[in-house]
C-alpha cells in the first residue's frame, strides 16, 4: 500500500480538517502521517485563510493507537538506527509544533487514543472526548517508556496520578480524562457529528461546545493513587503496594507492574522526575536520547514481539525484576 496517504484534509471556511485515515491500524502514526500532518500544520499556520485546525478521525474505534511501533521494532531489528532516530525526532518536533501552534488545535476523540495519539491531541488546545475515548500511556508493556512530551504533561498532573498511568499503563474514560485534565470537554459519542459539523461550519468554539463544559465525575481512586503512586522510586511504590495486605485495587496493580519491563518501569520513573522540573522541549529531548537507547535494549524487541507481533502477551523480559534493574542501566538509558 506504499504511496497511499492515511491522512485527509479538508477545508470549509476557515477550519483546516485532519482525518486520520488508517483505520486498520487504529490509525498509528507511520513516517508519512507524520510528516504530511507536520508540512499541513506549518502551511495553515501561516495561512490566514484557516483559523482554526481540526483533527478527526476516520476509525469508529480509534483516534490514535499510537506510533508505529511495528516499524521501528523492524529498524532495530536490521540495525537502522539512523531510522529509529529519525522517526522519533520527526515525531516528537510534531508534538512540540501543535504545543506552539498559533491557532486553536482542536482533536477530537471518539475512541482510543494511546501513546502517540496523545502527542498529536494533550498538546493541543481543546481536547474533546466521549464515552467511547479510552485513553493510556501503555508502552512499558512493551519494552519502550512513555514519550511524546508525556514526561512533561504526566508530572504535572495531581497527586501521582502521572507515574500511575506511566507505569501501570492503565485505560481511562473520557470522564476521566477531563476530570484529571487531560481532555478539556466531554460530548457523548451520539453528539459528537452535531459538534464536530457545528465546528467545520464555522460556530465559534464557546458556543458548539457550550453544552458541553461544567463538571464531570471520575470514579477513578484517587485516595489510594496518591497513597501509592506520589512517589518517584519503583521499589517504593512496589514495596507500599505489596504491603498493603488484602487490598484487591493494590493486587490488581501489582500485576499491571509485572507485565511492564523492569527496565521500562525504572526508566519510566526517572524519566517522570526529570520532567517535572523541566520544560516541554527538554523533554523531548531527553525522550528522544532515551527512545534511541532503550530500543537498542532487547526488551522493545521483545516487547513488541510478545504485545504486537506474535500477540502471546509473554514477553521474556530481561532483567525479569525491578530489584535486578542496576542504576547504572538506568543511568545508560537515561542521559
Ligand atoms: C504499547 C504501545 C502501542 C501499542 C500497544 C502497547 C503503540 C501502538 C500500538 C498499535 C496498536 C494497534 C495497531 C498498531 C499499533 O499498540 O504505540 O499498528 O494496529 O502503536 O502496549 O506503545
Given at each position: 500500500?506504499?504511496?497511499?496517504?492515511?491522512?485527509?484534509?479538508?477545508?470549509?471556511?476557515?477550519?483546516?480538517?485532519?482525518?486520520?485515515?488508517?483505520?486498520?491500524?487504529?490509525?498509528?502514526?507511520?513516517?508519512s502521517?507524520?510528516?504530511?500532518?507536520?508540512?499541513?500544520?506549518?502551511?495553515?499556520?501561516?495561512?490566514?485563510?484557516?483559523?482554526?485546525?481540526?483533527?478527526?478521525?476516520?476509525?469508529?474505534?480509534?483516534?490514535?493507537?499510537g506510533?508505529?511501533?511495528?516499524?521501528?521494532?523492524?529498524?532495530?531489528?536490521?540495525?537502522?538506527a539512523?531510522?529509529?532516530?529519525?522517526?522519533?525526532?520527526?515525531?516528537?518536533?510534531?508534538?512540540?509544533?501543535?504545543?506552539?501552534?498559533?491557532?486553536?488545535?482542536?482533536?477530537?476523540?471518539?475512541?482510543?487514543?494511546?501513546?502517540?495519539?496523545?502527542?498529536?491531541?494533550?498538546?493541543?488546545?481543546?481536547?474533546?472526548?466521549?464515552?467511547?475515548?479510552?485513553i493510556?500511556?501503555?508502552?512499558?508493556a512493551?519494552?519502550?517508556?512513555?514519550?511524546?512530551?508525556?514526561?512533561?504533561f504526566?508530572?504535572?498532573?495531581?497527586?501521582g496520578?502521572?507515574?500511575?498511568?506511566?507505569?501501570?499503563?492503565?485505560?481511562?474514560?473520557?470522564?476521566d480524562?477531563?476530570?484529571?485534565?487531560?481532555?478539556?470537554?466531554?460530548?457523548?459519542?451520539?453528539?459528537?457529528?452535531?459538534?464536530?459539523?457545528?465546528?467545520?461550519?464555522?460556530?465559534?468554539?464557546?458556543?458548539?461546545?457550550?453544552?458541553?463544559?461544567?463538571?464531570?465525575?471520575?470514579?477513578?481512586?484517587?485516595?489510594?493513587?496518591?497513597?501509592?503512586f506520589?512517589?518517584?522510586?519503583?521499589?517504593?511504590?512496589?514495596?507500599g503496594?505489596?504491603?498493603?495486605?488484602?487490598?484487591?485495587?493494590?493486587?490488581?496493580?501489582?500485576?499491571?507492574?509485572?507485565?511492564?519491563?523492569?527496565?521500562?518501569?525504572?526508566?519510566?520513573?526517572?524519566?517522570?522526575?526529570?520532567?517535572?522540573?523541566?520544560?516541554?522541549?527538554?523533554?523531548?529531548?531527553?525522550?528522544?536520547?532515551?527512545?534511541?537507547?532503550?530500543?537498542?535494549?532487547?526488551?522493545?524487541?521483545e516487547?513488541v514481539?510478545?504485545?504486537?507481533?506474535?500477540?502471546?502477551?509473554?514477553?521474556?523480559?530481561?532483567?525479569?525484576?525491578?530489584?535486578?534493574?542496576?542504576?547504572?542501566?538506568?543511568?545508560?538509558?537515561?542521559?
Open positions: 500500500m506504499q504511496g497511499v496517504s492515511h491522512l485527509r484534509t479538508e477545508v470549509h471556511g476557515g477550519v483546516g480538517e485532519i482525518v486520520l485515515d488508517r483505520p486498520r491500524a487504529l490509525n498509528a502514526l507511520d513516517q502521517m507524520i510528516d504530511e500532518m507536520t508540512a499541513v500544520l506549518e502551511r495553515w499556520g501561516d495561512d490566514d485563510a484557516i483559523d482554526t485546525v481540526l483533527v478527526t478521525s476516520s476509525s469508529d474505534r480509534a483516534f490514535c493507537a506510533g508505529d511501533i511495528r516499524a521501528v521494532r523492524e529498524s532495530v531489528l536490521d540495525g537502522d539512523a531510522a529509529v532516530e529519525a522517526y522519533f525526532e520527526s515525531e516528537y518536533r510534531l508534538d512540540q509544533l501543535i504545543a506552539e501552534y498559533p491557532k486553536p488545535y482542536v482533536a477530537v476523540i471518539d475512541g482510543a487514543a494511546m501513546g502517540g495519539g496523545l502527542g498529536i491531541s494533550v498538546h493541543g488546545e481543546v481536547r474533546i472526548v466521549s464515552e467511547k475515548a479510552l493510556a500511556m501503555p508502552e512499558t512493551i519494552g519502550f517508556f512513555p514519550d511524546v512530551g508525556s514526561t512533561y504526566l508530572p504535572r498532573l495531581p497527586q496520578i502521572g507515574m500511575w498511568l506511566a507505569l501501570t499503563g492503565t485505560r481511562i474514560g473520557g470522564a480524562a477531563v476530570a484529571i485534565g487531560l481532555a478539556t470537554h466531554f460530548v457523548p459519542s451520539s453528539a459528537i457529528p452535531g459538534v464536530v459539523e457545528a465546528i467545520r461550519h464555522g460556530a465559534p468554539l464557546r458556543e458548539a461546545l457550550e453544552d458541553h463544559r461544567g463538571p464531570v465525575t471520575t470514579e477513578l481512586p484517587l485516595r489510594k493513587i496518591a497513597e501509592y506520589d512517589d518517584v522510586s519503583v521499589a517504593g511504590i512496589i514495596g503496594l505489596r504491603g498493603a495486605v488484602g487490598d484487591d485495587w493494590a493486587d490488581e496493580m501489582l500485576d499491571l507492574l509485572t507485565t511492564g519491563s523492569p527496565t521500562s518501569l525504572c526508566v519510566t520513573a526517572r524519566l517522570i522526575e526529570e520532567g517535572a522540573e523541566s520544560s516541554l522541549a527538554e523533554c523531548l529531548d531527553r525522550e528522544l536520547a532515551a527512545a534511541v537507547r532503550i530500543t537498542a535494549h532487547p526488551d522493545f524487541a516487547g514481539r510478545a504485545v504486537l507481533v506474535d500477540k502471546d502477551r509473554s514477553p521474556a523480559f530481561c532483567p525479569a525484576t525491578v530489584e535486578d534493574v542496576a542504576p547504572e542501566d538506568v543511568a545508560a538509558i537515561v542521559p
